[in-house]
């Protein structure tokens, strides 16, 4: 299992074995560069876009903030002016329509702000369209008040416009990216902002103008009661949702607590304050004597407190959105930083490394090339502790050991130089040898030569005599026994001498071979030469005696007169 793993991991990266065999150096380090910093800079891209969006997104927040607080402001403009409008309308009071046109002046100024300018944060252009129809509706509103007929509808009529300008405030949160990755303490804050502050002012502002318009009526018709008892509930009711959001708005931001002083608490006893407030001087009692100018300054200074404690939570909201914007782009300078000192030492690491293989590659090289060349004691200097180090350290060791080798060679060359020149004298000598030995074999051969010849002779000899033999055997029966014996002896004599050639002649043939014992066969080849001799002519003595011995008798038988001693050898 585990070779067959092996087989098929070699086999899904041979063709990438394949291709960066095909490729030189300078083109694979370009290649594994490129591949390797791409996905490097396509992450760092992403981390930078990240860091971006998110720098984007707090400053969209700042910038939401600033135009969340022209918002707001233009919210309680626009609640100051229905609060005034109302009762102004109805009752055309020209001290009220006086500060219901301060309250409109302040909302047509904070529309030109809203509306000067394109913000960064609103991207699709909604928001801008947003505050353009609240605008347009906010000129129709001035345009024509559209008097009501009672207080109620006309109370309710202005009360469309605060309805439009109180969906901004959620709508520059979502749109600015306010609630985006907020802190608990901004989003608590931002709470009060949105929600909890213009729902209790707005509680207030109706008490007020519906407070003022009985006041200026000087009395607290049928119609209206109902109205103030649902206004009395929604003091209390408000008040008891108002405090616990408060609370926990202190308790998550100190800050709050602290720049916005004794606020909190105003804030606090501002609903019930307003509540007593009405009931004391307009639901209770029979006849109403207070003034609607000290009404409205006794709701106004509630009011107060309420502004004091958005400046407050605005100023907590903007300074934690600038404490962590700070932080954000202190953040991405570090990332930046970090990224471009990484990628920076990677690069710089990856020099190394390509400078590093080049060099060992060229040093092979030229090693290379020189033992090529024949110099087999070039070595390689490189302070590599890598494989490139062991495959160093392995090439100069075989260049030492080649090198030994060569050595030996030469030992071995001149030693064997000195053996051939030895070879060669004793070379010279076994040829001078073989040479006097061919000579002596030559002497040999003449002296055998001779040899033969007088064995021929003899032969010859023997043929007359067994010719003289045949002629004697017509004479007589015994003669011719006599010549046959001495026939049979020359044969087996002739028989002998014939071997005796043969043995001479492989004697002359192995001569070549024999040159330590060629004195000996020299001494023996005279030996036989003489002794060949003699005992041919010994033979052939003996066989001219026993032919004449046996024919003697004979011719003496036949010739009686014959002398009885033998005759004397003839020198012929």
Known sequence: MFI???ADVKQLINPAVALMNRLPMLYKFSLISILFLLPIGGLSWLVMTELNRSVATMTRGVEGLEQLHHIDRLVDASMDYRDYRAPAVIKNESAIKTLSDKAASEITSVLDTLTAQTRSF?????????VEGLKSDWQDLRADDNYQTNFDPQ????????????????ATIETSGLGQGASRENLLILGLIRET???ARSVIGQARSYGMFALVEGQVGYALSESFNEIYDGLTNRSSLLSPALTFAADASPALASQSGNALEKVDESLLNVRELLDVNIITPMRLEMTWQEYDSRISASLASYGE?????FDVIGTNLNARLEQEVSQRRLIVVALIVVLLFVVYLYIGFFMSVRTAINRFSEAARKVAAGDMTTRISLDNRDELGELTGEFNNMTD????????????TSEVDQQAARVKDTAAANS?????????????NEAMNQMVEAVNEVTESAHRVADSATAAEQDTETGRGVVSDTVETINRLATEISGAVDVINRVSADSDNISQVLVEIKA???QTNLLALNAAIEAAARANTAVVLRLLPTKYALCPSAPTSLPKKSKA
């Open 4 to 6: 067959k793993e092996r």
């Open 401 to 412: 050991r080649m090198a030994d080798l060569i050595r030996s060679v030469g030992q071995t």
């Open 524 to 526: 023996i080849a005279g």
């Open 432 to 444: 001078d040898a073989v040479a006097r030995q061919m000579a002596e074999s030559g002497q040999i």
């Open 155 to 170: 109370f309710k009529y202005f009360q469309e416009f605060v309805q439009k300008a109180l969906a901004l405030l959620p």
């Open 122 to 130: 609103d991207v699709s252009g909604a928001w801008a369209d947003q």
């Open 309 to 313: 404690l958005k400046d407050a939570a």
């Open 197 to 199: 502050l213009p729902e």
